[in-house]
């Protein structure tokens, strides 16, 4: 087999750590794990072991299509750029610069996707309303092309979110899977200690543990389980016995920018703007040198939807008002109160009839509950008593 000797299989990266599995069913079918063998352990062990590989298989699958579904927005995007701008420059031709006031397109192209999707979702709602006037008749074919590519976009999309999904459950299947093996791999590991307790016995040599090569090594292994919960804005992770503090690492996809944050606990708040993003995070502990994990399995963040605009509050009213998101999936939106316990609003609307007693700020977001999607924070609103 690929590996041998692995006195500290936690330690394994997990395509190391499947084949680590083979190579312990592979000792426990053949004569090197005699006279010993722990017959009682040999079927859980393959079967966990296989159970673990399988889980990673499909993890690696899962996160295998999320990608392709990124690529696939990624040069989609770079399209819906290309006929925007041609869209901007061609379509004054036809009257003036004014006619793109309607369209949406008076403003520059933005950059991040989302805003590019929604700033394209604009202009081709009112292509269609105007397609069919003489005046539009000579960019017909080429202003049409906009509809298929926002479908693409749509498609990929939502594969890529189906894909985020899936990738979250596969993860936790391949860690509960791991674990298990883990557990019968040490039960097995341990039987053979107890006949052969010195570490440097040649006995060893012939497992797929091998022979201790000084102190032994203490045991850190990477943080696992790490999610993050859109609708608290936090990241968590299981906690790493002896670990004093923990760094997260979260990198914007389009621009590979870093945010690190270092905690003592096994969560950390973050709030992101709307985009894709990764997270990692590695334990650490005070010691001299000081001690440090491997990095956890990355995972994919996306926040689907911008913060809603223009929020304001009207005091002779008495009531709030905010732009709606150009989002066919945003369901809701939630206002809450600075330093209040519960939300001030959660509904479909967009205004909200609300008496502000004493003062304080307020912020709103859009969310999707039915996909546990949950927005970018709108920025702190000042309303004075």
Not at 149 to 169: C, K, M, P, V, W
Request: aromatic share 12%; hydrophobic share 35%.
């Amino acid at each position: 087999m690929a590996l041998q000797h692995a006195r500290d299989p936690h330690n394994l990266v997990d395509s190391d750590y499947g084949e680590f599995t083979l190579e312990i069913e592979q000792f426990l079918s053949d004569d090197r794990s005699q006279p010993h063998r722990p017959a009682h352990w040999v079927a859980e062990q393959a079967a966990t072991g296989l159970a673990f590989r399988i889980a990673l298989d499909g993890m690696n699958s899962a996160l295998a299509t999320r990608k392709y579904a990124s690529d696939t927005i990624k040069n989609t995007v770079k399209s819906l750029k290309q006929k925007l701008s041609w869209m901007r420059q061609i379509l004054p031709t036809l009257a003036n610069a004014a006619i793109l006031i309607p369209f949406g397109m008076d403003r520059d192209i933005p950059d991040k996707y989302a805003q590019v999707k929604d700033y394209g979702d604009t202009a081709n709602t009112y292509w269609l309303t105007v397609r069919a006037q003489p005046l539009y008749a000579p960019v017909l074919a080429g202003c049409d092309e906009l509809a298929g590519l926002l479908a693409t976009y749509d498609s990929a999309r939502a594969t890529q979110i189906a894909a985020d999904g899936e990738y979250g459950q596969r993860q936790n299947e391949k860690d509960t899977g791991r674990a298990a093996h883990h557990d019968c791999e040490r039960r097995i590991f341990n039987w053979y200690v107890s006949y052969y307790p010195d570490a440097q016995d040649e006995y060893w040599e012939q497992t797929p543990w091998g022979k201790a090569t000084g102190e032994p090594s203490v045991q850190f292994p990477a943080p696992v389980n790490l999610m993050f919960d859109q609708m608290r804005t936090m990241f968590s992770w299981q906690a790493v016995p002896q670990a004093t503090k923990y760094e997260l690492v979260v990198t914007d996809s389009e621009s590979l920018e870093e945010t690190t944050y270092t905690t003592a606990s096994n969560k950390q708040s973050v709030e992101l703007s709307q985009g894709d993003y990764s997270a990692k995070v590695r334990a650490l502990r005070d010691s001299t040198p000081q001690e440090v994990s491997d990095w956890s399995v990355e995972i994919p963040v996306v926040i689907e939807f911008a913060a809603p605009g223009n929020l304001k509050y009207n005091p002779g009213q008495k009531e709030f008002s905010w732009d709606a998101v150009v989002s066919q999936t945003a369901l809701l939106y939630q206002l809450v109160q600075q330093g209040a316990f519960e939300d001030i609003y959660l509904g479909t609307d967009t205004t909200f009839q609300h008496e502000v007693v004493g003062g304080g700020k307020f912020r709103i977001r859009a969310a999707n509950d039915e996909t546990s999607s949950w927005g970018e924070w709108s920025a702190w609103l000042a309303v004075s008593a």
